[in-house]
């Protein structure tokens, strides 16, 4: 088990480029979740799947898209990179029942300049 | 919205003491986590705590539930300095799944 793979590790964007940061997991996971950490505000929610074909905007969504067409696969979309979107970005899975909590990856170091 | 609100923000304890992290989230959830996070890594999961008085132990550190209070603590009994890192909370939203609501963190740091 490879758990969540994330890459790239690490990112240098022009303002205004577009790039998708790449989730996948081997679980079987039904859960899959985005998040952006930026120094001193915690962890938070860019958007969530809860299934195949199924995805949802969490608390941070505008400048970024996401699709979810296989089980195993949560890419994130950056539309047009502006430097407010320079983070590091997470990508995070689960079961269903949520009794052994989600799993993260080893994340993406974003820069965009 | 769902809140998460940690305390303290930063923690600095000399090796061999005990100190409590809290953690108290706004609205009803049907899980809490607690994670840890090392200095340009990853979160590793160090709990999860799922019913009223729920707690959980391993190693030095115990962690439990109060869903009436709102309220789970992180408690660390006679700290080394293996365990600095940044320790976080998170919630699951109720009746919703995969949308985790993350406190600030709370800096550790153990001195000899």
């Known amino acids: 088990n490879a758990g969540v793979t994330q890459t790239p590790k690490f990112q240098v964007l022009k303002t205004g480029q577009s790039m998708t940061l790449q989730c996948a997991q081997d679980m079987n996971h039904e859960y899959m979740s985005w998040y952006r950490q930026d120094p001193g505000m915690g962890l938070r929610l860019i958007h969530y799947s809860v299934g195949a074909g199924i995805t949802d905007q969490g608390e941070v969504p505008n400048g970024y898209n996401v699709s979810r067409s296989t089980t195993e696969d949560f890419p994130l979309r950056l539309l047009s990179a502006a430097p407010s979107q320079t983070s590091v970005y997470f990508c995070?899975?689960?079961?269903?029942?949520?009794?052994?909590?989600?799993?993260f990856g080893s994340g993406t170091r974003l820069t965009v300049v | 919205e769902l809140k998460v609100e940690q305390n303290p923000l930063f923690l600095s304890m000399q090796e061999g003491k005990n100190y409590t992290i809290y953690c108290n989230y706004s609205t009803t959830s049907d899980r809490l986590y607690w994670y840890r996070q090392d200095p340009g890594k990853s979160l590793e999961s160090l709990f999860v705590?799922?019913?009223?008085?729920a707690v959980k132990q391993e190693g030095r550190l115990m962690a439990s539930l109060d869903t009436k209070a709102r309220l789970s603590t992180l408690h660390i009994t006679a700290a080394v300095h293996d365990l600095s890192a940044t320790y976080f909370c998170?919630?699951?939203?109720?009746?919703?799944?995969?949308?985790?609501?993350f406190g600030t963190g709370t800096r550790l740091q153990v001195t000899l």
């Open positions: 705590l799922l019913s009223n008085g």
């Open positions: 995070a899975s689960r079961t269903g029942t949520g009794v052994y909590g989600y799993t």
């Open positions: 998170a919630v699951d939203g109720p009746g919703t799944a995969s949308k985790l609501t």
